[in-house]
């Protein structure tokens, strides 16, 4: 009996503490603990040609607010999470004139975006199962 009582604390214990790790995973603590720079758009490599101002990069910060760069122009929004699902709006931008199309591809996906997945120092970004743009660390 005294085994049985053991093992059942030992479960809940287990149950507690994997519960516990779970939320060190929030999607919200992983966003907003980097800035993120873009790595590949509609699922292929960067062409650096469409994008002659830098490379895009996006900074999620507290209180749902958005913060970024689309290869061109500075942007402010806003973003916010629910389940595995994201709403990114970037709100107000620079009017800068740049060579390329990179940047309307980049604020388009932004868009669409749906969904996330964050992992291994990735963040993509989807619209459904099609991936639409991924992100790494950004090196400072």
Known sequence: MRACKALSFGLIFLLFASCEGTKSL????LLTGNSWTLSSLKGK???MN??????PSLSFLDNG???GFSGCNNFSGNFSLE?????????AMTKKMCPGSGEQEFISALAKAEDLKIGNDKLTLLDGSTE???FVPKND
């Open 26 to 29: 929030n999607p919200l603590s």
């Open 45 to 47: 490599g960067l062409d």
């Open 50 to 55: 469409k994008f002659e101002g830098g490379i």
């Open 65 to 67: 607010k958005l913060a």
């Open 83 to 91: 389940g595995s699902g994201i709403k990114l709006d970037p709100g």
């Open 132 to 134: 639409l743009m991924s």
